[in-house]
């Protein structure tokens, strides 16, 4: 006697679960560098314990914390890697310049996407043109964009035109 073969909707059920479980690893790797931050993770930032002794010496050994010592801190944007760095370190008054290194545009914005709203409380629509310098949003594309953060907190911030690329700025 012959063992039984599956039937026809038992091999369709396997091969059915089987595409199921690929199309879901392929959505998890091809979704592009990283997701941008939702409001509700921005506000468990704020609220997280904002520095460790391991992030403290990989930010003085970084680029940026050099940049800091002198006076000026920059970010820069590419293509490929983003923000660099993507996250920073600063003191209130101090100002972070936003400078494009590549051929898409950078529209650096105050999180979240799309309304703009964590740093200055308003909305996308309601602060640009930002005539006063209090909203975190360039308001436009842009090769260079310069902001000094006036209050403490982790402000997280994204390409507008681009919003799978983001960092955070932590004001202390």
């Known amino acids: 006697?012959?063992?039984?073969?599956?039937?026809?909707?038992?091999?369709?059920?396997?091969?059915?679960l089987i595409i199921i479980a690929l199309i879901i690893i392929g959505i998890s790797f091809a979704g592009g560098k990283r997701n941008a931050?939702?409001?509700?993770?921005?506000?468990?930032?704020?609220?997280?314990?904002?520095?460790?002794?391991?992030e403290k010496e990989t930010m003085e050994n970084t680029p940026a914390a050099e940049a800091m010592k002198g006076g000026a801190t920059e970010v820069v944007y590419t293509t490929s890697d983003g923000f660099t760095p993507d996250n920073l370190s600063v003191?209130?008054?101090?100002?972070?310049?936003?400078?494009?290194?590549?051929?898409?545009?950078m529209w650096v914005a105050s999180a979240?996407?799309?309304?703009?709203?964590?740093?200055?409380?308003?909305?996308?629509k309601e602060h640009c043109p930002d005539t006063s310098g209090a909203a975190f949003d360039q308001c436009e594309s842009g090769n260079e964009y310069s902001f000094t953060f006036a209050k403490a907190g982790t402000w997280a911030y994204h390409n507008h035109l681009?919003?799978?690329?983001y960092g955070k700025v932590i004001v202390k």
Request: aromatic share 4%; net charge negative; no cysteine.
């Open 1 to 16: 006697m012959e063992p039984e073969q599956p039937t026809g909707g038992a091999t369709r059920y396997i091969v059915g």
């Open 91 to 105: 003191k209130v008054g101090d100002t972070v310049k936003f400078v494009k290194k590549s051929t898409e545009g």
């Open 112 to 124: 979240t996407h799309p309304t703009h709203t964590v740093y200055g409380g308003t909305t996308l």
């Open 37 to 54: 931050p939702t409001e509700s993770d921005v506000t468990e930032q704020e609220t997280a314990a904002v520095s460790t002794s391991t």
């Open 162 to 165: 681009r919003v799978g690329m």
